[in-house]
T-cell receptor, first 113, second 113 residues
Framework: NAGVTQTPKFQVLKTGQSMTLQCAQDMNHNSMYWYRQDPGMGLRLIYYSASEGTTDKGEVPNGYNVSRLNKREFSLRLESAAPSQTSVYFC????????????FGEGSRLTVL | GNSVTQMEGPVTLSEEAFLTINCTYTATGYPSLFWYVQYPGEGLQLLLKATKADDKGSNKGFEATYRKETTSFHLEKGSVQVSDSAVYFCALRRNNAGNMLTFGGGTRLMVKP
């Protein structure tokens, strides 16, 4: 069982370049999330999708766009990368509302020069 | 708004020492509380949870008690092992507010043999 799969695991960009982080889950979860992790700041929510066809902004959405392509896939796009977007990005999906458990991918480390 | 505050790390302990990682929260209503653990190079995993006041979550020798009067959810373990070295995140989910979690900044634990 693969769980939550993110690609790529590492990426180096130059300022102004664009890229898309891909995420797929095989657990038939409705909700999916993109977080960024920065030292001392924990995880901050960028965007989330409560169900197929819907997306909403989280705490730090500026500079990002998302697409919920289908129930399995939720991508995060940086249209014009900035050094402030250097971070580790985590995709997660939600198990069910009762337990509140998020399942996380292994993360994507992005460096913007 | 919601917030979670954790003690800053790193916390360095010798094997078999007693562990406490403090976590306090601010939220309206009665949130659910969680501890997640992140091992090196991996995504976060749910460690334990508590959904109402005075509940005790436990897993793998770790415990945390939901204290409404002190708005705290401190993580404890009686005897740590080298394999417990990881980053620990406290998080809350405000009930009836969707499936979004608010995370603390994380506390790195290093256990020496």
């Amino acid at each position: 069982n693969a769980g939550v799969t993110q690609t790529p695991k590492f990426q180096v960009l130059k300022t102004g370049q664009s890229m898309t982080l891909q995420c797929a889950q095989d657990m038939n979860h409705n909700s999916m999330y993109w977080y960024r992790q920065d030292p001392g700041m924990g995880l901050r929510l960028i965007y989330y999708s409560a169900s197929e066809g819907t997306t909403d902004k989280g705490e730090v959405p500026n500079g990002y766009n998302v697409s919920r392509l289908n129930k399995r896939e939720f991508s995060l796009r940086l249209e014009s990368a900035a050094p402030s977007q250097t971070s580790v990005y985590f995709c997660a999906s939600f198990y069910d509302t009762h337990t509140g458990e998020l399942f996380f991918g292994e993360g994507s480390r992005l460096t913007v020069l | 708004g919601n917030s979670v505050t954790q003690m800053e790390g790193p916390v360095t302990l010798s094997e078999e020492a007693f562990l406490t990682i403090n976590c306090t929260y601010t939220a309206t209503g009665y949130p659910s509380l969680f501890w997640y653990v992140q091992y090196p190079g991996e995504g976060l995993q749910l460690l334990l949870k508590a959904t109402k006041a005075d509940d005790k979550g436990s897993n793998k020798g770790f415990e945390a008690t939901y204290r409404k009067e002190t708005t705290s959810f401190h993580l404890e373990k009686g005897s740590v092992q080298v394999s417990d070295s990881a980053v620990y995140f406290c998080a809350l989910r405000r009930n009836n507010a969707g499936n979004m979690l608010t995370f603390g900044g994380g506390t790195r634990l290093m256990v020496k043999p």
